[in-house]
Every structure is written in C-alpha cells, then in structure tokens.
C-alpha cells in the first residue's frame, strides 16, 4: 500500500541552527500537509501544499512539494527553542484520498 | 483549537476488558478519525467515519471498533483490550472531504496491563 517515509526521525541543533526534515511517497499525492506536535500536545496543521513544484513559508519555515508530486520538504531558518516538537507530513492518496502520515520528525534545539 | 473533545483523557485498564473511548466534536464536521500513536511510527489511522452511521476501516484496524449514532460523537471500542493496544489515541475531524485538513482532539493515553 501507499507509504509516506520521512527522515531524519530525529535531530538535536543549536539555536540558531538550520533544520530540514523531508518526506517522500511511493505515489503521486493529491497534496500533502504538515503538521506540528509539541511535548505532550497534540498535532496542529500547518500548512497544505496543492501544485507541482509549490513553496510556501511561514515566517522562518519554508515548505516545498515536490515536481512529481512524491516528496515534500520543511526547513526551519534559525531555529528557536519554541520550534521543539515533532514535526509530521501527511500525503493524501492520489487514489483513495485518505492521509498517510509520515513517522515524524523530532526536533531538539538546544540553547 | 476546533471544538473537540476526547475522553478519558487517561485510562488504565486490564488485558481482555472492554475500552470504550469518546470522542466528542462541536464543529458540525462529516469526517471523523481514531490515530493511535507510537515510537517510531508516527499517525497510523484506525477507522474513520464519513457520516452517522457511515464507517471504514483504516490501516491498523484489527481489534478495534467503531461506532457513530450522531455527528458529534465517534466512539471507539477495544473489545478485548491487550497490552499491545497500550498507545496515545487521538481523535481528529476534517470538514467536507477526507484529504481536507485535520484537527485533532488533545489525545487519551490507554495503558493496558
């Protein structure tokens, strides 16, 4: 079935630091989502991304889907200690809809 | 945050009884989701419902159940509970289609003896 790898699953950087995560599929996605978890929180949606080849960002966080439509990226510029959490991508299925969510991607920033 | 809510929030419990978790939305949305969550393998989903009384199977389904009577409610039952089922179980809602965004309730953590 449809799977959603992302890497790395986890990351220690200083503050200040760049982080990337990524994220790949065995099929072409209808669109992908990224999600953010904080310690002991649930998951909040951040972003979707929809057309071949988009990027869009959010402050420091800059979030890229792929020109096949099969992988994704999220790079935080500078990180600060209040981007800990885990960080998921989420593919939508070109055929059935349904999300598949990557395994996630901790992130320690240490001060 | 979307208007929901889970519970128990916390639960502990004995291998092979009955666990009944509920899930509770004020949003008025179709879909509705049961994720457990694990060490190392992120979101996996377990059923979902697209309407009252309109359910499916999702990728780690075995053992569980599901039930909704009314919009705002979706329960999931774990008929014989056993320590493997021990994890964060998150319920989540999306509006009017199922690749829609998704917003989650705050989670129950079940532990099974």
């Known amino acids: 079935g449809q799977q959603v790898m992302q890497i790395p699953q986890y990351q220690h950087v200083q503050e200040g630091e760049d982080f990337t995560t990524y994220c790949n599929s065995s099929?072409?996605?209808?669109?992908i989502q990224w999600y953010k978890q904080r310690p002991g929180g649930h998951p909040v949606f951040l972003i979707q991304?929809?057309?071949?080849?988009e990027v869009k960002k959010q402050k420091r966080l800059t979030f890229q889907f792929g020109e096949a439509k099969k992988n994704s990226s999220l790079h935080i510029t500078a990180t600060q200690t209040t981007d800990v959490g885990t960080y998921f991508c989420a593919g939508a299925s070109g055929n059935t809809g349904k999300l598949i969510f990557g395994q996630g991607t901790t992130l320690q920033v240490k001060p | 945050d979307a208007g929901i809510t889970q519970s128990p929030r916390h639960k502990v419990t004995e291998t092979g009884t009955p666990v009944t978790l509920r899930c509770h939305q004020t949003?008025?949305?179709?879909?509705m989701y049961w994720y457990r969550q694990d060490p190392g393998h992120g979101l996996r989903l377990i059923h979902y419902s697209y309407g009252v009384k309109d359910t499916d199977k999702g990728e780690v389904s075995d053992g569980y159940s599901v039930s909704r009577s009314k919009t705002e409610d979706f329960l999931l039952t774990l008929e014989s509970a056993t320590s493997s089922q021990t994890s964060v179980y998150f319920c989540?809602?999306?509006?009017?289609?199922?690749?829609?965004?998704?917003?989650f309730g705050p989670g129950t953590r079940l532990l099974v003896l």
């Open positions: 949003e008025n949305h179709r879909y």
């Open positions: 989540a809602i999306s509006e009017s289609q199922i690749q829609e965004t998704q917003y």
């Open positions: 099929t072409t996605l209808s669109n």
């Open positions: 991304l929809v057309k071949s080849g």
